[in-house]
């Protein structure tokens, strides 16, 4: 009983977001779009509410545009240093791509039913899509931008990361507590492993050993030995928490509460709990900078990205974006461009 009142709270969760919105509308950046090289590093908000994503100059913490794309976007994957960006439709069945310099959709991919998370390989040739709707994660070839396999064999596919060698990939399945591993190249499920109730979001560390799962029905963080394939430990955290994301150096995770306005901050190593922010409304999307000084959050009540000094927990800025945001992807890390390896794994995190 508790399980399935939990399962049904997430799933509203997911879809509650965007019944809501708003038309879009496209809000150029004032000048034209800044080039990406300038931009220095992106943050990408993905707003359900109103169709589009919102990319904000993270070192300025300044929108530079709001680009519509599909219906109840969820989450953002920023690829080839930020000039291109790839968009979960939740609503819509497709992942849009957006133009990372002219900051323009180009085109929209049909993948499974109510897309969740997406996850880069690590030689940047394949973009990975968690369809929560059909249990299936899509493969996306960069170089072409259309589906080249679907993998099955899930419940609820919420979460996704890929490892850092570009063995594994790790998906959330959120009515059935585990996580599939999934074979890069071969494309079939070669195991899975249980976790807590209603997992959504995961993230692993840098040297790929551990793995965090993010359960919002238990109020915790399941820590994974994926040498063993086997949950160690489950850290206590906040209300409902959905986003988990590693700090570049591994020794840190932010949790995202969306139930009480909290962030919560684990130390790795000893897998206790740190340090608890509290920055209001419900957050949901959780990054970091590819260098580590600053937590992006996004605050899905209030329609706004929090920026936060990851050592202190100080706010630093809070950057209107538009309405009902959940996810966010970061420019400045992850795959760059095919055969080069990606320099911070904690960019593939979801």
Known sequence: MILRRWTVVGVLLLLGFGFWGRSPASVPAQGG?????EAGRRVYVANSGENSITAVDAMRNAV????????????????QGGRRVYVGNFGANTVSVVDGVTLQEVAQITVGAK??????????????????????TSVIEVATDRVVDVVGEGQGRHGLV???????AFAVNNTANDVSLIEVGSWRVVGSIPVGMS????AISPDGQTLYVANAGSNSVSVIDVASRSAVAEVPVG????????????????????GDGSVTVIDAATQTV???????????GVGLAPDG???????????????????TGTVMGRVPVGAKPIGLGIAGGGAASPATPVASPAALAG
Do not use: C, M, W
């Open 239 to 258: 209300d409902k928490p959905l986003i988990v994301a590693a700090s570049p150096d591994g020794q840190t995770l932010y949790v995202g509460n969306s």
């Open 162 to 168: 890929v490892a850092p060698d570009g063995t594994l």
């Open 115 to 136: 897309p969740t998370r997406l996850a880069g390989t690590p030689d940047g040739r394949f973009v990975l899509v968690n369809s929560f709707g059909e249990g299936t």
């Open 64 to 79: 530079l545009a709001t680009v519509p794309v599909g219906q109840e976007p969820h989450h953002v994957l920023a690829l």
């Open 274 to 284: 740190r340090q608890t922010i509290e920055i209001g409304g419900s957050p949901i």
């Open 199 to 202: 997992p959504f979001g995961a």
């Open 33 to 37: 779009a800044t080039p990406v090289a």
């Open 293 to 311: 000084s600053r937590l992006y959050v996004v605050d899905s009540a209030d329609g706004q990205l929090v920026v936060l000094d990851p050592v």
